[in-house]
């Protein structure tokens, strides 16, 4: 494992809470439900209508919260005035979205029991949350687990219950819910396909998988009838979202990405799904070509960078982490098989790789880099190739491949300091407009 790396559902969220406990802020607008907004993932919020290019100058940190140990790529979600994040000694944390009234807070509305090691991101639906974990079980080490979004009446809660999903962990992949099923993948090269209301035992069985050639750290994308999902293979898969009637399902198609496809989640927009590798981005037709392998519409690389993190589509661009900044494509691609990008997101200051996935709201993208930053660019180009960044936010950690989740009026996001003592490598930082 390297570690450095929309649905909106109207819920009514109870928080139970241990005495003295801060307490929820009231329901919010807009709710950011999963790993890259919404089911398409495409990570664009186009609800969001505080935060602007005129006044992002004016936005500070607000609060901070202490988690456990890094908070390695787990990306927070935000229902119903309370945010959901993991981190990577298998805790899933909940604090009110609002904060504490204080600039750093400490005590959770709860905290789940442990599961060894959470890097996904949380994904609400119904009332329920649902992350994938590792555990120390080593016949059957890769689990999905279910909590209550409301928590359980105590600080510390253990899952509702838990799908089985092979002998290896879940790692980067994160649950996606669709038409009363969860989907996720797994580090043994498979997705898994759970009833989302469970089984009526603490445990369960996958109602079916589908294997792919590689381990699976992306997370399945499920929109339109097809499941899609990368693979460290080197390859898209695009499966049946309703299984075929069997346990063990095959894709309908795949397609050569360029190079495994580590972190990189699939982004479905205009008939078109893109996904990312370590040196290429590339694009399929959502329905694939009529055989069982699929050759790539185009795909897009730069000077032989590494890519990171998912792609987020927006406005016709395709955007998508660099080693050096921020990569923006034309959606439609240039003509060629293989294609440059239209321009760079370029970050002042310290260089450092971005391993985040870029976040669009309100017309502008926004990505967290490893050099403890959350930047910002107009989502539209500044006229040149270069276009520099016209924010940055600071945490005080180094590592920041979380995702930012810019949702009314303020930006979300993990970090990871590696070197802080033990049970406080990693933090939730918040930001918003000071005015």
Same mark, same amino acid.
């Given at each position: ?345 370029? +970050? ?7 391993? %985040? &996935? *870029? #976040? =669009?709201? @309100? /017309?502008?993208? $926004?990505? !967290? ?23 940055? +936010? ?7 491949? %979380? &995702? *930012? #989740? =810019?949702? @009314? /009026?303020?930006? $979300?996001? !993990? ?21």
């Amino acid at each position: 494992m390297r570690c450095t790396r929309a649905m909106v559902v109207p819920l009514v969220v109870a928080a139970f809470l241990a005495p003295g406990a801060p307490r929820a802020s009231a329901a919010t607008s807009v709710n950011w439900t999963q790993f890259r907004f919404d089911q398409s993932h495409t990570g664009v919020n186009p609800r969001e209508t505080t935060i602007n290019g005129q006044n992002v100058k004016f936005v500070t940190r607000d609060w901070e919260a202490q988690l456990g140990k890094l908070v390695d790529f787990s990306s927070p979600a935000v229902v119903n005035g309370v945010v959901y994040i993991g981190s990577d000694d298998g805790r899933l944390w909940a604090y009110p979205a609002d904060g504490c009234g204080q600039s750093l807070c400490t005590t959770p509305l709860w905290t789940s029991t442990n599961l060894a090691q959470i890097i996904d991101s949380p994904t609400v639906s119904r009332g329920i949350v649902y992350v994938g974990s590792q555990t120390s079980d080593t016949s059957a080490a890769g689990k999905l687990n279910a909590f209550s979004a409301a928590g359980c009446g105590q600080p510390v809660c253990s899952p509702l219950w838990q799908g089985l999903a092979g002998n290896k962990s879940i790692l980067q992949s994160s649950p996606a819910v669709a038409n009363g099923f969860v989907f996720v993948g797994a580090f043994d090269g498979k997705l898994y396909v759970f009833n989302a209301a469970g089984c009526g035992a603490a445990t369960c069985q996958p109602v079916w998988t589908g294997a792919t050639g590689g381990s699976v750290e992306s997370t399945p994308t499920v929109v339109g009838g097809f499941a899609y999902v990368g693979s460290d293979d080197g390859k898209l898969y695009a499966f049946d979202a309703n299984g075929c009637g069997a346990p063990s399902c095959r894709p309908l198609w795949s397609g050569a990405i360029g190079g495994p496809a580590f972190e990189s989640s699939p982004a479905v927009s205009n008939g078109t799904v893109y996904i990312g590798s370590d040196h290429f981005l590339a694009a399929f037709a959502t329905s694939g070509c009529g055989a069982v392998t699929c050759q790539a519409l185009w795909k897009g690389t730069y000077q032989g960078e590494f890519f990171g993190g998912s792609p987020a589509v927006f406005g016709g661009n395709v955007y998508i982490g660099l080693e050096t900044g921020l990569g923006v494509f034309d959606a439609t691609g240039c003509g060629q098989p293989t294609c440059g990008p239209s321009w760079l997101g370029f +970050g002042i200051g310290t260089q450092a790789q971005v391993q %985040s &996935s *870029p #976040t =669009v709201a @309100n /017309g502008l993208v $926004y990505v !967290g880099r490893n050099t403890g930053e959350v930047l910002a660019w107009r989502a539209r180009s500044c006229g040149k190739f270069v276009c520099p960044n016209i924010w940055s +936010g600071a945490t005080d950690d180094p590592l920041v491949n %979380s &995702s *930012p #989740t =810019v949702v @009314n /009026g303020k930006i $979300y996001i !993990g970090s990871a300091d590696n070197l802080a003592p033990e049970d406080t490598q990693g933090r939730i930082y918040v930001f918003d407009l000071s005015i």
